[in-house]
T-cell receptor, first 115, second 114 residues
């Protein structure tokens, strides 16, 4: 019962470096999401994918790109990391599309520090 | 952009006390969810409320969705140290281009002292 698996758990980058955060779910969920969590600001949506083959911007997409590789995997890429991207990143999935009010299952997060 | 205001931001109480966390917005939501998050982990869904005025109970936790579907509350009776954590409310947009996607409140950090 793995649920949503995120890798890596921790990462330190230098400004300007690139990296990809990986996310995989084994629940056959249609929708997947990337959020960032910063102190006092709750969770903010970066990108989401309502189904395999589609992706859309969320609230804070600048500086990020995503790929829905298949139904299981949804990756988040930082092309040129900036200190403002220091955050905890969460991947989530849900059974239906965003309109169906299903609860989200979250991964355990990636703590990213950009120096 | 829809906003969810959660209050209080911090709550420190003694074991056995009751507490209420509020989640308010000027926007209408199609549903509202409550999550609990522990340090180093992702949020875990506690409940989803869909109908205006709906009340759901989960052991000592009572969740209510406002009649107009703009607000919600979480009430914990006889809090225990195991209830310690970050509580997040999240509303699913009822219309427009953000239809269905969740907007999260800032969270309430609850500490229950033995």
């Amino acid at each position: 019962n793995a649920g949503v698996t995120q890798t890596p758990k921790f990462q330190v980058l230098k400004t300007g470096q690139s990296m990809t955060l990986q996310c995989a779910q084994d629940m056959n969920h249609n929708s997947m999401y990337w959020y960032r969590q910063d102190p006092g600001m709750g969770l903010r949506l970066i990108y989401y994918s309502a189904s395999e083959g589609t992706t859309d911007k969320g609230e804070v997409p600048n500086g990020y790109n995503v790929s829905r590789l298949n139904k299981r995997e949804f990756s988040l890429r930082l092309e040129s990391a900036a200190p403002s991207q220091t955050s905890v990143y969460f991947c989530a999935s849900s059974e239906g599309d965003p309109q169906t009010n299903y609860g989200y299952t979250f991964g355990s997060g990636t703590r990213l520090t950009v120096v | 952009t829809q906003l969810l205001e959660q209050s209080p931001q911090f709550l420190s109480i003694q074991e056995g006390e009751n507490l209420t966390v509020y989640c308010n917005s000027s926007s209408v939501f199609s549903s509202l969810q409550w999550y609990r998050q522990e340090p180093g982990e992702g949020p875990v869904l506690l409940v989803t409320v869909v109908t205006g005025g709906e009340v759901k109970k989960l052991k000592r936790l009572t969740f209510q969705f406002g009649d107009a579907r703009k607000d919600s509350s979480l009430h914990i009776t006889a809090a225990q140290p195991g209830d310690t954590g970050l509580y997040l409310c999240a509303g699913a947009s009822a219309g427009g281009t953000s239809y269905g996607k969740l907007t999260f409140g800032q969270g309430t950090i609850l500490t229950v002292h033995p």
